[in-house]
């Protein structure tokens, strides 16, 4: 793990790093020192590690909890390169849906072909992290949505050591059986007139989830207008089961 910048203002210290080929941003306390819990963030499609979603929530988990948060890249997002094959499924998809074929399943296809590479990335991520002694081997959260969901799922199905998890506007298709492994408690988001992920689709995966504490939050509304009191929501989830 090597750190190529940092920056502090308002008792808020971001580090900017690479793990290999893998880009990410840690943000901690300013001056933290010790054993803290960690949530690891999954941005959404199109995103990278420090989009607004994800900036807002870790600025309020560092100052309001004195969590660590942690953010990377995901394949052919953000500053890693472009992916020759994930671009080709994308502009394949593209023509399939014009034609008349229902972009869920696509969408679903996909993620679980990425989530194939994202999975081992995010918990030797992990290792690294905790290794770290202003952060270390405290519990862990997972938060992430859309896209940030479809990875998540057999993210935390995988890593025993997430002890809770914030997942949402994703679908049963590609990760009914990773949701059936996921035990931990669970805040999960549904947008009742997405356009992307069919409503029975969201519902279908809260329900594989085998959690016996989960919870659902549906808000009218398309896939990209997530209400920002969801936000206060999850920081109250995570300060309750990681703090």
Request: negative net charge.
């Amino acid at each position: 793990m090597r750190f190529t910048s940092e920056a502090s203002s308002d008792g808020f210290r971001e580090q900017l790093f690479t793990l290999g080929e893998i880009p990410g941003v840690l943000w901690t306390p300013e001056g933290a020192t010790g054993t803290r819990p960690l949530i690891l963030m999954g941005h959404g499609g199109g995103q990278h590690k420090k989009a607004p979603d994800i900036l807002i929530h870790a600025r309020r988990y560092v100052a309001e909890c004195g969590f660590a948060v942690v953010a990377v890249d995901v394949p052919g997002h953000g500053d890693r390169p472009v992916v020759e094959e994930y671009d080709r499924i994308a502009t394949e998809n593209q023509a399939r849906v014009a034609t008349g074929e229902e972009l869920a399943p696509l969408i679903a296809d996909f993620q679980a072909l990425v989530a194939r590479r994202t999975v081992p990335e995010w918990r030797a991520v992990l290792d690294a992290v905790q290794r770290l002694e202003h952060v270390g081997p405290g519990p862990v959260g997972y938060w992430g949505v859309s896209l940030g969901c479809g990875l998540g799922v057999p993210f935390v199905a995988a890593e025993p050591r997430v002890r809770a998890a914030v997942l949402g506007l994703g679908g049963a298709l590609a990760s009914a059986g990773d949701a059936a492994r996921i035990a931990v408690p669970v805040e999960f988001l549904v947008q009742w007139d997405d356009e992307r992920v069919p409503r029975a689709e969201g519902l279908a995966l809260f329900d594989a989830l085998a959690s016996a504490e989960k919870t659902l939050h549906a808000n009218p509304g398309r896939h990209g207008d997530v209400p920002a009191f969801e936000r206060d929501s999850a920081l109250r989830f995570f300060a309750r089961h990681l703090g």
